[in-house]
């Protein structure tokens, strides 16, 4: 992508299907081929015209809007032309078609995905992070990260990085100062307090990182599947979460055989829940197969709710099943137990422990919260534990939203300022060593906002945006 950057671009900007406007952009050195061919008339700069879009042999395939907005005050940064016709998918064919047979000189060309973006950062319209906030900002799946998206589309995110970049080019400054003037007496480092700014360097770091980590929460969600034994009652809490019926609810064991999906939303922060096939042995076939990628779901997870029975607690049978599917979740994956069913059962008399089942005389006590998939008792606080267990924290108003990408370059910023630390307290017979470590971080933060990234990595970005954008 990046070697064709010279040549004119045009794209249908508005989505696929049909709607009440759709919207023709072209991006240039210079446009007035296209105007003078389309419009066939000048356009004011930043002005809308309204007026006959016309083909070839001067018939009119649309009325509509026509804007030329002229470099360098565009959104590319080039000459761009946006034509604003009727949002039917043949009259934008049709104008999208006349804009490349008028443009064939010029080598007019119809965009890759995320192109006119692409030449936004390029030509310094916008940095990295602001770039893939756009993404973002269409992609968001909830109002706060909506509302996040565009706290980093306005350089909220970019600006925290490059405060930190200063800081951190002020303490190399300080650091290549003592190499670059070893005889000198004075030492550069401990009169300007090297170790203290540093201090507040991983100070400064570490909020950034923990609103950062926020934000790819209000991003990227949270995976939580729903496990258990069959009839535990998984499908009906997925539809208490979601508050739709959206899977099947039987008596019958085994009645979910397949992966149910639904995204729901705590507090702004996307919830991506996953109800799966009863886990147990001796199940057939077909239903063998949906346990199996059940297992496959929950290896996946960021958090599991392993939902128990509460009416079969006190069956010995149905704790040991319980008891061989703990042992086979995976370590590393936060795993919530929860009983299901409470409206079931009601408190045992006073000055005895357990829960007292309705149909039967006793449960014993137990471990883990308790809800009602039924009623919706104790769904709150599950809700609460999920979020706690994603580490979400701030409110969404101070929060930017941020990719897993940034979160992966601010911990390896912190692990060079870890190293940089330990060289400071080692004193001058490894100031070079300090030095490397205070350039690899700032090039670390200089790939957040694209002033240190490779081509390759651009065009992954920008490959995964919408043609058009």
Same mark, same amino acid.
């Given at each position: 992508m990046l070697a064709r950057l010279d040549q004119p671009i045009a794209a249908i900007a508005t989505a696929p299907g049909r709607g009440a406007v759709g919207i023709v952009r072209v991006s240039a050195r210079s446009v007035q081929t296209i105007i003078d061919a389309v419009c066939g008339r000048a356009l004011k &700069?930043?002005?809308?015209?309204?007026?006959?879009?016309?083909?070839?042999?001067?018939?009119?395939?649309?009325?509509?809007?026509?804007?030329?907005?002229?470099? &360098?005050? %565009?959104?590319?940064?080039? @000459?761009?032309?946006?034509?604003?016709?009727?949002?039917?998918?043949?009259v934008l064919q049709l104008l999208l078609a006349r804009c490349l047979e008028a443009g064939v000189a010029?080598?007019?060309?119809?965009?890759?995905?995320?192109?006119?973006?692409?030449?936004?950062?390029?030509?310094?319209?916008?940095?990295?992070? +602001?770039?893939?906030?756009? $993404?973002?900002?269409?992609?968001?799946? =909830?109002?706060?990260?909506?509302?996040? $998206? =565009?706290?980093?589309?306005?350089?909220?995110? %970019?600006?925290?990085?490059?405060?930190?970049?200063?800081?951190?080019?002020?303490?190399?400054? /300080?650091?290549?100062?003592? /190499?670059d003037f070893p005889e000198e007496e004075i030492d550069f480092l401990q009169k300007a307090d090297a170790a203290g700014q540093l201090e507040r360097l991983q100070a400064n770091l570490a909020r950034v990182m923990q609103r950062a980590h926020q934000g790819a929460l209000l991003r990227e969600g949270i995976n939580v599947v729903i496990a258990g034994q069959p009839n535990a009652g998984k499908s009906s809490l997925l539809n208490a979460l979601a508050g739709a019926e959206l899977a099947i609810v039987t008596p019958i064991p085994g009645t979910t055989r397949d992966i149910v999906r639904q995204t729901i939303q705590i507090e702004g922060v996307p919830l991506h829940?996953? @109800?799966?096939?009863?886990?147990?042995? !001796?199940?057939?076939? #077909?239903? +063998?197969?949906?346990?199996?990628?059940?297992?496959? +779901?929950?290896?996946?997870?960021?958090?599991?709710?392993? /939902?128990? @029975?509460?009416?079969?607690?006190? %069956?010995?049978?149905?704790?040991? $099943?319980?008891?061989?599917?703990?042992?086979?979740?995976?370590?590393?994956? &936060?795993? #919530?137990?929860?009983?299901?069913?409470?409206?079931?059962?009601? &408190?045992?008399?006073?000055? =005895?422990? !357990?829960?007292?089942?309705?149909?039967?005389?006793?449960?014993?006590?137990?471990?883990?919260? =308790?809800? %009602? $998939?039924k009623t919706g008792a104790g769904l709150d606080q599950l809700r609460h534990k999920l979020l706690e267990i994603a580490g979400w924290q701030a409110a969404p108003e101070g929060v930017f939203i941020a990719r897993e990408r940034h979160l992966h370059a601010l911990r390896r910023v912190d692990g060079h300022l870890m190293e940089a630390a330990a060289h400071i307290a080692q004193g001058a017979q490894v100031l070079d060593l300090l030095a490397e470590e205070l350039r690899l971080a700032q090039n670390a933060l200089s790939e957040i906002t694209g002033e240190f990234s490779a081509d390759d990595l651009l065009g992954v970005i920008f490959s995964r945006f919408c043609i058009g954008k």
């Open positions: &700069p930043r002005e809308a015209t309204y007026l006959p879009l016309r083909a070839a042999d001067g018939s009119a395939i649309d009325q509509g809007l026509a804007i030329h907005f002229p470099a &360098p005050n %565009s959104y590319t940064g080039e @000459d761009v032309l946006e034509l604003q016709a009727h949002g039917g998918p043949v010029m080598s007019l060309r119809v965009a890759e995905p995320g192109e006119f973006t692409q030449r936004a950062f390029l030509n310094g319209k916008l940095d990295l992070a +602001q770039a893939e906030a756009i $993404a973002d900002l269409i992609d968001a799946s =909830t109002e706060a990260a909506a509302r996040s $998206a =565009t706290r980093s589309l306005a350089g909220e995110f %970019s600006r925290e990085i490059h405060a930190l970049r200063d800081a951190l080019v002020h303490l190399r400054m /300080l650091v290549e100062a003592t /190499l829940v996953v @109800d799966t096939a009863g886990l147990r042995e !001796g199940a057939d076939t #077909v239903e +063998q197969i949906g346990i199996e990628r059940a297992w496959g +779901q929950i290896e996946k997870a960021d958090a599991v709710v392993f /939902l128990h @029975d509460l009416t079969r607690a006190d %069956s010995e049978e149905y704790r040991a $099943a319980d008891h061989a599917i703990s042992a086979k979740l995976p370590s590393a994956v &936060p795993v #919530v137990d929860v009983w299901n069913k409470a409206d079931a059962v009601i &408190p045992a008399q006073a000055g =005895t422990q !357990g829960f007292q089942e309705k149909r039967e005389p006793w449960v014993p006590a137990f471990a883990g919260m =308790t809800l %009602s $998939a």
